[in-house]
């Protein structure tokens, strides 16, 4: 009996400390829906007099870049989608592959033959690399083709073997990138994920997660002129960007041992004087978005986020350090503090189901436990109302801006998808910091570990 006091004891005043924990971290989101809400942010309408300019606009070379291995099942039906539905005439994708990887090479070899706008680069180093080193060898490419083609690209992106491009996209980043007003070096368009299957809450959690985020908080940055991180897919650079880059980084535009080397990028930007902003543009009723399938299995899932924690907050913080911005520090805060509060967040639900059992099988539980919190006991009480409304704030946010893009139905199905999602993140937490401990033990860099991509069965299929 004694012992169980000392348990219950010991989870009482871990449940004190994430009171206070949550009310802190709390915060700063709080700040991100009253100013999204206060500056009344919203998507550019393009209407048909506006679309008319997008497309009698000028059209600039465009190149695009996809990192390939192991994608010989989706890559075929990838580009010949795009090409089918890409309402733009002047642009190119450059294909990498790796010498062994003979399959994608194959289906490489035959889009190239195929589309007189798709390219192939042959990596010079076995694969996998890292998705950086990749980058940076078909950005070397590209460079060489103009030599020989004399005919320059004036835009750059990323794209992924898996990502359907929107017909519109190409035209909009044309558009805003070549304003006098308003010239960019970087823009970054939406992500979405494609909608899945009620039942299937682990790829569900990518879709709430990226509404919010794509809807609301990187709206928020871009308002007030902050670097961009890049998604890594939808990112468009000028060539003076690159080229600067490139100058700066003995012919590399990326960090060949980031593992998130594309955040890096676009957080940096500012950095080099170059000005970035995110482009939320609607055309009838539809966001102009770069559209894609996230992980569906819970273990996918850890793996590929475990990846992003790795990158932005272990390697961000190492690569990037902080900045002399106030502005800049903040949103990096929010980036990295992730470390701390996905962990809370499962501790608070395992704490929550521990206290429920206790009460159920004694009602004078908490009489027991609480008698050393008296001298505030009342400074606790407000913060857990307080921690109360920020929890119904966020599943209010979360069903709001996924309700915008999926509906009612996927709407309904936040709270346990939260739940869900706190689960995989703080696992992915974990198998990060494991990885990150490794690496300085073994002075070995992490390897590009690649999620299985995949493509609506009926897309680039004629």
Not at 73 to 100: E, T, W
Not at 419 to 428: K, R, T
Request: charged share 20%.
């Amino acid at each position: 009996m004694d012992l169980l006091f000392a348990i219950d004891d010991f989870s009482m005043a871990l449940f004190v400390l994430i009171v206070f924990l949550f009310a802190f971290f709390g915060l700063d989101d709080l700040f991100i829906d009253l100013y999204y809400r206060v500056r009344k942010l919203a998507p550019l309408q393009i209407s048909p007099k506006k679309l008319r300019d997008l497309c009698t606009w000028k059209e600039k070379n465009i190149a695009i870049m996809v990192a390939c291995w192991h994608e010989d099942d989706v890559l075929q039906r990838m580009i010949s989608g795009n090409i089918s539905r890409i309402q733009y005439a002047h642009y190119h994708f450059f294909l990498g592959v790796y010498p062994n990887d003979a399959a994608t090479m194959a289906v490489a070899n035959d889009l190239k033959h195929r589309y007189s706008n798709v390219h192939m680069v042959v990596n010079a180093s076995s694969g996998p690399t890292s998705k950086g080193q990749m980058i940076n060898q078909i950005a070397q490419a590209i460079f060489s083709f103009e030599k020989q083609v004399a005919d320059p690209f004036h835009i750059i992106m990323f794209h992924d073997s898996e990502d359907m491009i929107h017909p519109l996209s190409l035209k909009v980043i044309n558009y805003y990138m070549d304003q006098k007003d308003e010239e960019y070096d970087f823009i970054q368009i939406p992500i979405f994920s494609m909608p899945v299957r009620k039942r299937e809450l682990v790829s569900g959690v990518y879709m709430e997660e990226f509404a919010e985020s794509h809807l609301k908080d990187l709206l928020v940055r871009a308002d007030l002129k902050l670097p961009i991180p890049s998604a890594g897919v939808g990112t468009a650079m000028s060539r003076r960007l690159v080229q600067t880059y490139m100058q700066a980084q003995d012919g590399n535009l990326l960090n060949p041992l980031a593992l998130t080397e594309d955040y890096e990028l676009g957080v940096s930007a500012l950095r080099h004087h170059m000005k970035s902003t995110f482009l939320l543009c609607m055309y009838e009723n539809e966001y102009i978005a770069t559209k894609e399938y996230f992980p569906k299995k819970f273990w996918h899932s850890v793996r590929q986020k475990s990846r992003w924690t790795l990158g932005i907050v272990f390697q961000g913080t190492k690569n990037l350090g902080w900045s002399d911005s106030f502005k800049e520090n903040y949103f990096l805060y929010r980036d990295r503090k992730t470390i701390l509060t996905t962990p809370l967040s499962l501790l608070g639900m395992v704490l929550f189901v521990f206290f429920l059992i206790r009460v159920l099988g004694d009602h004078t539980f908490f009489a027991k436990t609480v008698t050393y919190t008296n001298d505030f006991s009342e400074v606790l009480a407000i913060l857990l109302v307080v921690n109360l409304g920020y929890m119904c704030n966020r599943i209010y946010q979360r069903t709001l801006f996924t309700y915008k893009i999926y509906g009612t139905s996927h709407a309904l199905l936040v709270t346990p998808r939260i739940v869900v999602g706190n689960i995989i993140n703080a696992l992915a937490v974990f198998q990060a910091s494991k990885q990150f401990v490794q690496s300085l033990v073994t002075g070995k860099a992490p390897k590009w570990i690649k999620t299985k991509h995949e493509l609506p069965a009926d897309f680039g299929v004629k």
